[in-house]
């Protein structure tokens, strides 16, 4: 009579995304990165300039759009890099080795690098990752030839390497003398691996998980982390409550005519860069006279602190007083 029901392991998955449907009217700050986003390409010549001003989460939802608007590079990256990132989303990107690794050097916290669909990053830029980043997890790789081949050559990185370990027992080995930097790297998600790639991974690297297949049981136990799952973007979080109509890439680009560049000079309408630069500098110039007499209430502060504990400015203030009286008399 009593019949088990089985449920799919889609239906389960499916009910974080009905979740989502139900949430309400997107925030203030997404509204404001949305506007931000359809005009990137005229705020990106001064956004090293004024990225710093910006949290790390409005860092990376930047970094997201541009991804998605393909406007993404290695100058780019490395403006909105921040020291606090625990993941990397450069998947279909312009960013090249030389991006990747100084982006890895500053955000030495990577958990999670997607770097599929990249022709431009080689296993030098893995190496460098690796490196870097000794908590790094998991990685993204694949999609394209030239990704392919990165893949492949990368994965001596994380082999063990036995040829030059001392010491008598295994014991006594260090986890960072028999690795290339890539120990720490547990999931790999690299949808079309070859066959032999796949077998020399589960034969010298055991620990680490290949394309890990979501089940039930490992989602509901939280083994197999979000960030190893190919069917969500690594950086999705950060612009899921944005206008997907933000980063649509327009495919007819109006070429301007005298007409228009005339018009267009004329305008009085300034541009978002020039709107930001413009804001900046007015709240510098507003805040200057307060940062003045911070710095001589501080001036002021170290003087008195100063006459109260030397005994030379105290016997000069007593020099000076007496001159006075004698010149009164």
């Not at 390497?161 to 720490?184: A, F, K, M, P, Q």
């Not at 020039?274 to 940062?291: G, I, M, T, V």
């Amino acid at each position: 009579m009593n019949q088990r029901i089985k449920i799919p392991v889609s239906a389960y998955l499916s009910s974080s995304r009905i979740s989502a449907l139900k949430r309400g009217p997107p925030s203030l700050i997404s509204l404001c990165l949305g506007v931000v986003g359809r005009h990137l390409e005229e705020i990106i010549p001064c956004l090293a300039d004024i990225s710093d001003i910006f949290p790390a989460d409005i860092k990376m939802s930047i970094a997201a759009i541009a991804k998605r608007r393909k406007l993404l590079d290695d100058d780019l990256v490395v403006s909105l890099a921040d020291t606090s990132w625990e993941i990397l989303d450069v998947s279909g990107s312009d960013v090249s080795d030389s991006g990747l690794a100084k982006v890895s050097e500053m955000c030495k916290s990577l958990r999670a690098v997607d770097i599929s669909r990249c022709n431009k990053i080689t296993s030098m830029g893995v190496s460098e990752l690796v490196q870097n980043c000794r908590s790094l997890e998991t990685l993204r790789c694949g999609g394209c030839p030239s990704s392919e081949s990165t893949a492949r050559r990368s994965l001596s990185l994380f082999k063990p390497d036995l040829s030059n370990v001392e010491g008598d027992t295994w014991e006594e080995l260090d986890v960072t003398e028999i690795g290339h930097g890539g120990h720490s790297l547990r999931w790999l998600v690299w949808p079309r691996i070859d066959k032999d790639s796949l077998e020399m991974l589960s034969m010298e690297c055991p620990r680490i998980v290949v394309n890990p297949k979501p089940s039930f049981l490992t989602y509901s136990l939280h083994e197999v982390p979000r960030e190893a799952s190919p069917d969500v973007a690594l950086d999705e979080p950060f612009v899921k409550d944005i206008d997907p109509k933000t980063w649509v890439v327009r495919g007819v680009v109006k070429i301007p005519t005298t007409s228009s560049l005339s018009l267009t000079s004329s305008s009085s309408e300034l541009s978002i860069a020039e709107k930001f630069r413009l804001a900046f500098a007015e709240r510098d110039a507003r805040l200057a006279p307060k940062r003045a007499k911070n710095a001589r209430q501080q001036q002021r502060r170290a003087e008195r602190d100063w006459m109260m504990s030397s005994d030379e400015a105290k016997a000069m203030a007593f020099a000076s007083k007496a001159t006075r009286c004698l010149r009164k008399k």
